[in-house]
T-cell receptor, first 112, second 115 residues
Framework: EDQVTQSPEALRLQEGESSSLNCSYT??????LFWYRQDPGKGPEFLFT???AGEEKEKERLKATLTKKESFLHITAPKPEDSATYLC?????????????FGTGTKLQVIP | DGGITQSPKYLFRKEGQNVTLSCEQN?????MYWYRQDPGQGLRLIYY???????QKGDIAEGYSVSREKKESFPLTVTSAQKNPTAFYLC??????????????FGPGTRLTVL
């Protein structure tokens, strides 16, 4: 069974204090890994798709990387507006339908 | 602007009632999905549809029903058979379901509460 584990569950940072969120996965036939940002009471907002080990993508203060077993979301010099829950998801072959399995998220709080 | 809309934002249901959640997209996407989100759990797939007039059960379809009469619309009915329907419901769409990875985009969600 496909599994996605995100750590830590919660992270509290001072403004400007860089850190990384981890997403480890166990799937057969990885097709892609996704990162989303979710604000309270809202739907997830797409951030990145990574397709293969070694790939990196950046957007403003966020940088996502992918290895064969895990992905990291690096946050450089975060600001209070980066506070949100960050979700990781993987898409894998599942008998014709490429199922997407979601992690439970990392809740990030950035303090001014 | 292209996007996904869900209505209503909040919905209250009495026990024994069926309720229908609306999902509309103007992204011209073929595939649409319904997920349920509960605290401390990852999103769980209820139903998905690859094309008009076709849909498939996800991991937790019991107590739910869907229809796909138009490409743009994928309503979800929460029936009285769903034992614990209080949750945050998310609709998503992607260009297609196929051999290539395709990103799912989400609507704003509907919070359903059973009174």
């Amino acid at each position: 069974e496909d599994q996605v584990t995100q750590s830590p569950e919660a992270l509290r940072l001072q403004e400007g204090e860089s850190s990384s969120l981890n997403c480890s996965y166990t799937v057969s036939g990885l097709r892609g890994l996704f990162w989303y940002r979710q604000d309270p009471g809202k739907g997830p907002e797409f951030l990145f798709t990574l397709y293969s080990a070694g790939e990196e993508k950046e957007k403003e203060r966020l940088k996502a990387t992918l290895t064969k077993k895990e992905s990291f979301l690096h946050i450089t010099a975060p600001k209070p507006e980066d506070s949100a829950t960050y979700l990781c998801a993987v898409q894998a072959d599942s008998g014709g339908y490429q199922k997407v399995t979601f992690g439970t998220g990392t809740k990030l709080q950035v303090i001014p | 602007d292209g996007g996904i809309t869900q209505s209503p934002k909040y919905l209250f249901r009495k026990e024994g009632q069926n309720v229908t959640l609306s999902c509309e997209q103007n992204l011209n996407h073929d595939a649409m999905y319904w997920y349920r989100q509960d605290p401390g759990q990852g999103l769980r797939l209820i139903y998905y549809s690859q094309i008009v007039n076709d849909f498939q059960k996800g991991d937790i379809a019991e107590g739910y029903s869907v229809s796909r009469e138009k490409k743009e619309s994928f309503p979800l009915t929460v029936t009285s058979a769903q034992k614990n329907p209080t949750a945050f419901y998310l609709c998503a769409s992607s260009r297609r379901i196929g051999p290539d990875t395709d990103t799912q985009y989400f609507g704003p969600g509907t919070r359903l509460t059973v009174l």
